[in-house]
């Protein structure tokens, strides 16, 4: 009897290893076994159980039993909770790696620019038409924010990302002011972003900016008139080609040809080459400037010059009809 007994628990110790060894083989089956081969977008909202997570997968053709997927998530470090986000799932991952990005929240980052010259107007429509934002914005204030790019995640509110625009610009803003001459005719920072956002509309090449501020901060200097059209063509909302007559004699508060001195907020959002077009101010005699047809000025000391400059520019127009 006694050698029966012993028989028997030898029999089920063998019986426990095989069931054990196979147990792994099927769980180290399971855990590797590519299960995606292409790649792959997916969405997973809050509170979406792991049953519809399956599911969702399946009809992205990546089948997974439940069985399988159960017995997986118990071979992770820590508790296996999948986070809401969106997910770029790359080819060739197994079971495993799918609920390792599902587990640490490796989500999609997602960006948003705001391009130099553009207005709050701009800003605001794009932002609204963003997807991936979230929240409302009221009216937007002129030049406040930089331009560049920013990055964030799915749902990230605008307001938040309004915050981070307004501190970049106001950084920058901050930097160049400190670097200001001692005997700067621009009187705080706010008259610094105005001038930097007429800059940013009249030139988007650094050199050519650099000699756009000399001759607005000559004219300032010697009391003269800005004459811009940019912000002519701002305050009328307006192209700057469909400037009239009518509108130079205007009393918009944005008619820099009748008004001496600089318009009463920025208009538009200047970028670094504007605003550092200011940082170390450029020492000419230029008093103006006209486009030269090709996206660049010239730029003359004397109105004579400037006049034939005009004709140039004319020319140049009359020869791309």
Same mark, same amino acid.
């Given at each position: 009897?006694?050698?029966?007994? #012993?028989?028997?628990? +030898? ?8 069931? &054990?060894?196979?147990?792994? @083989? ?7 076994? +590519? +299960? ?20 969702? *997968? ?5 089948? !997974?039993?439940? !069985? ?12 296996? @909770? ?15 790696? %799918?609920?390792?990005? *599902? ?12 391009? =130099? ?5 701009? &800003?605001?429509?794009?932002?609204? #038409?963003?997807?991936?934002?979230? /929240?409302?914005?009221?009216?937007? =204030? ?19 990302? &309004? ?24 009187? $705080? ?12 509309? =009249? ?13 607005? @901060? $000559?004219? &300032? ?16 909302? +307006?192209? /700057?080609? $469909? @400037? ?13 040809? #009748? ?12 970028? =670094? $080459? ?6 170390? %101010? ?28 005009? #004709? ?10």
């Amino acid at each position: 009897l006694r050698l029966s007994l #012993k028989k028997k628990l +030898v029999l089920l110790f063998v019986l426990f290893l095989s069931l &054990l060894a196979s147990t792994y @083989i099927y769980l180290d089956l399971i855990t590797n076994k +590519v +299960v995606v081969f292409d790649k792959t977008y997916y969405l997973l909202n809050k509170n979406t159980s792991q049953k519809q997570i399956i599911s969702e *997968l399946s009809k992205k053709n990546i089948n !997974i039993s439940y !069985i399988n997927w159960k017995l997986v998530s118990l071979s992770h470090k820590k508790p296996f @909770i999948p986070k809401a986000g969106e997910y770029l799932i790359p080819k060739n991952l197994t079971l495993f790696q %799918i609920q390792k990005i *599902l587990q640490t929240g490796k989500t999609l980052t997602r960006n948003f620019t705001l391009i =130099e010259g553009s207005t709050a107007i701009d &800003l605001k429509n794009n932002l609204l #038409k963003n997807p991936y934002l979230t /929240g409302e914005i009221k009216e937007l =204030e002129e030049g406040i924010y930089k331009p560049d790019t920013y990055f964030f995640k799915l749902g990230y509110p605008r307001s938040k990302l &309004l915050n981070q625009m307004k501190t970049a610009q106001e950084k920058l803003l901050n930097s160049v002011w400190k670097e200001k001459p001692k005997d700067f005719v621009l009187k $705080n920072k706010n008259e610094l972003l105005i001038l930097a956002s007429i800059i940013q509309k =009249e030139s988007g090449y650094i050199d050519d900016s650099k000699l756009v501020a000399s001759v607005f @901060i $000559n004219r &300032l200097n010697n009391k003269m008139k800005l004459q811009s059209d940019v912000t002519l063509a701002y305050g009328f909302k +307006v192209n /700057g080609k $469909n @400037i009239t007559r009518k509108m130079l004699k205007s009393t918009n508060p944005y008619n820099t040809y #009748k008004f001496h001195g600089l318009p009463p907020t920025p208009i538009s959002y200047p970028g =670094e $080459n504007a605003l550092n077009a200011l940082k170390f %101010i450029k020492k000419t005699d230029y008093i103006y400037f006209v486009s030269d047809g090709n996206g660049r000025h010239r730029f003359s000391k004397t109105y004579s010059l400037h006049k034939k400059n005009i #004709k140039l520019w004319k020319d140049s127009i009359n020869k791309d009809k």
